[in-house]
């Protein structure tokens, strides 16, 4: 007789495989709930990457996708209780395209929309599309990753909330629920208008440490931008009369109240872990200091609408040839030493340029996947790699060039910050000094100096705190976070959750090409440069403080080293 135990076991195990919303309505059930991808794959056990995508296509399977499902599921429910059913989708259901214009095809430069959409770095209405994503062209209007506060008045801070008040947006329902503010906004107290006969909801949720009092209350989405989903009131909410449509007004950045305590907070816990010993304390922060890093990040892109840590296709020239080789971009480093300094005796001091990779996370980013294209044309809206032949340099008898140290000759492959910068020296503002390169094909993308400024704007002002306080834990804490990012942004075994070589190359050339304009300005000056080097390192004779200001600030420069050079007659 045949043994159906086996059988009926695997019957017993076996199950459907559990069922997922579309892709499009995954990130926004998350960002209803104001949740990160770092707080979900904590809570899953995966990471931030890996929910990152879950939400642009990938699937999970086995038990991740059971519980996967079962987050998601569950955040359905929640929203439910308080929008009686409304679905968190986007107006049409689906997210918008990256990349895109409405019609589908790239915009080949800033144009002004017929109707406001979410702007690609904040979320907020944008009314111009540059380059395929719709963007604040003046950064003062773009509050990275936080909603904006309702245009009418705000209510004093209370105990309890009171009744809700007239709607300041024209689309606005009566009676809009708030949700909190995203991690690092500050939009003052605003009360949230509380059932007058409902029965008790869901308890809220109190603000994480750092956050500002009060919860600020979500906008209304217009009928053009898929923006965030809008709460109604439950049954019974008193609602006030609509108020008259207000009218635009400038958005203000906002401050960073949250996000630095990440930072404190990591320090608190390093010290507490090691009874107060600074040492072992920073080394402990200086390893953590890269998944550190990305969780601050991920705080800071909260409602933002451009992933990260997606990972576009790259070209063949962005990939290594082998293990510990390199690609094909050159970064144009310098390590220059001036070949024939004036005669005499000179007192020359070696100045050290405060946080080059810091600063230099300000600059022109592609933000989708890189496009080939050839022929000499290069578009101030897009940034990428280009295959230039550079321009002959004439001075390098007392400036370095600004490709840095290349004998090779013929096309090489060069990052954005360089071609500007070889560009800019050909105009007659600085001589010319070279004649402009020749681009002979180019892989670039709509571009954004403003990806990375709230991140860089947090760990300026988490330096300078520590600086002003004389925190070396802090200090040393901060710089390896930011250094370490942007070494590891590439492709590396200590940051698995950014694969963008392009975005390293770029950043790394920019602290090079701000380095280059330092040395230019000692020298238009009046200044003797004498060695360029690295990311940070400036030689020169002469009285340079009439040219720099000492001191540690990211603006500012301090001596490495003061010592004498004579040179013969020649």
């Avoid at 390590?335 to 020359?348: K, N």
């Avoid at 400036?538 to 720099?548: K, N």
Wanted: glycine residues 8%; contains cysteine.
């Amino acid at each position: 007789m045949t043994d159906y135990t086996a059988i009926d076991a695997l019957l017993a195990d076996a199950r459907r495989q559990a069922e997922l919303p579309p892709t499009a309505q995954r990130r926004a059930l998350r960002e209803a709930l104001d949740l990160s991808r770092t707080q979900v794959a904590k809570a899953l056990g995966v990471s931030p990457s890996t929910v990152a995508g879950w939400e642009t296509g990938r699937d999970p399977s086995g038990e991740i996708r059971e519980k996967y499902a079962y987050f998601l599921n569950g955040a359905q429910e929640k929203l439910r209780t308080l929008t009686e059913g409304t679905p968190p989708h986007t107006p049409d259901g689906s997210a918008p395209e990256r990349g895109t214009s409405q019609a589908g095809t790239p915009a080949d430069d800033d144009t002004i929309l017929p109707a406001p959409q979410p702007c690609i770095l904040c979320g907020a209405p944008a009314t111009h599309h540059v380059e395929g994503y719709p963007q604040h062209l003046d950064p003062a209007d773009c509050a990275p990753a936080s909603p904006a506060s309702p245009a009418g008045p705000a209510a004093t801070p209370a105990p309890t909330a009171t009744p809700a008040g007239p709607a300041a947006t024209p689309d606005a329902s009566p009676g809009l629920v708030t949700t909190p503010a995203p991690p690092g906004t500050c939009a003052g107290p605003v009360t949230t208008p509380a059932p007058a006969d409902a029965s008790p909801g869901p308890a809220a949720t109190p603000a994480p440490p750092g956050t500002c009092a009060g919860p600020a209350a979500a906008p209304a989405p217009t009928d053009a931008s898929p923006g965030p989903v809008t709460i109604p009131a439950p049954p019974g909410t008193s609602a006030g009369p609509a108020a008259a449509p207000a009218p635009p007004r400038r958005r203000s950045p906002q401050t960073q109240g949250r996000l630095p305590d990440l930072i404190a907070r990591a320090v608190h816990e390093a010290l507490a872990a090691h009874d107060g010993d600074m040492r072992p304390a920073i080394a402990e922060l200086q390893r953590r200091a890269i998944p550190d890093a990305m969780a601050l990040l991920d705080a800071c892109r909260i409602g933002a609408r451009y992933d990260i840590v997606g990972h576009p296709p790259l070209p063949d020239i962005l990939r290594k040839k082998s293990a510990h080789g390199a690609d094909d971009v050159w970064e144009a480093r310098p390590h220059w030493t001036r070949p024939d300094p004036p005669a005499g005796t000179h007192e020359v001091t070696a100045l050290d340029i405060n946080g080059a990779y810091l600063s230099a996370l300000k600059t022109h980013l592609p933000l989708g996947a890189l496009e080939h294209s050839t022929g000499n044309v290069h578009s101030r809206r897009r940034a990428g790699i280009h295959l230039i032949t550079p321009p002959d340099w004439d001075h390098h008898a007392h400036l370095p060039n600004p490709l840095g140290n290349r004998d090779e000759p013929g096309p090489v492959w060069v990052t954005e910050p360089t071609l500007r910068l070889l560009q800019r020296l050909a105009t007659d503002a600085y001589g010319p000094l070279c004649d402009p390169p020749v681009i002979h094909e180019s892989w670039t993308s709509g571009s954004t100096e403003q990806l990375f400024e709230k991140f860089r704007q947090i760990l300026r002002d988490a330096r300078e705190k520590a600086i002003a306080e004389d925190d070396e834990v802090t200090l040393e804490y901060v710089k390896s976070m930011y250094s370490k990012f942007v070494s590891t942004m590439g492709e590396s075994n200590f940051n698995r959750e950014i694969y963008r070589p392009d975005w390293m190359h770029i950043i790394r050339s920019q602290a090079f090409v701000n380095l280059w304009l330092k040395a230019h300005k000692a020298h238009t000056a009046g200044l003797t440069v004498m060695r360029v080097l690295g990311t940070d390192e400036l030689h020169i004779a002469g009285d340079w403080r009439t040219v720099f200001t000492e001191g540690r600030g990211v603006s500012q420069v301090k001596v490495k080293d003061v010592y004498d050079l004579q040179t013969g007659a020649r």
